[in-house]
Structures are given as structure tokens and as C-alpha cells.
């Protein structure tokens, strides 16, 4: 009998992402509730989250050629 006994190997469990067509599923359930995909976020549990454009804040200009680029006035 050893003396000092090994600590039993921990596994790992693996990672989970959600398939391509749940992440399709989800972005058309979020278009259906009137939200307008920005971006998403996909967590190896499975978690898909939809964040909406209006939700993100625009960054400030820095500068007036950038302010009037997000005025529109650049054309």
C-alpha cells in the first residue's frame, strides 16, 4: 500500500455551447419581440443573450469631424 495516496484527478466537463440553429432560434424569437439585435453573448453553459442596439449607449465624439460624421452632415 502506498504511504502517500494521489489525490483522484478532477475531470473537466466540458463546455456546452448552444448549436448554430438555437442561436438562429433565438435571434429570430428576439426580431419577433421587436428588439433589434446589436450583439450577443454565448456562454459555454448554453446561455444565449441578445443585447438591443437602443440599450447600447453611443460613445461620445471625440472630436467635431466625428460629430458630424454621427450627424449625417458628411452624407
Known amino acids: ?17 448552444p448549436g448554430k440553429v438555437a442561436i438562429r432560434h433565438a435571434k429570430e424569437a428576439a426580431v419577433e419581440m421587436g428588439i433589434d439585435p446589436a450583439g450577443l453573448e ?7 443573450r441578445i443585447f438591443d ?16 460624421l454621427q450627424s449625417g452632415r458628411l452624407g
Do not use: L, S, V
Not at 454565448?42 to 444565449?48: K, V
Open 1 to 17: 500500500m502506498n504511504a502517500h495516496a494521489t489525490p483522484a484527478r478532477r475531470r473537466r466537463e466540458k463546455a456546452i455551447y
Open 42 to 48: 454565448i456562454c459555454p453553459d448554453g446561455t444565449i
Open 53 to 68: 442596439r437602443a440599450a447600447i449607449p453611443n460613445a461620445a465624439p471625440k472630436d467635431e469631424f466625428d460629430e458630424w
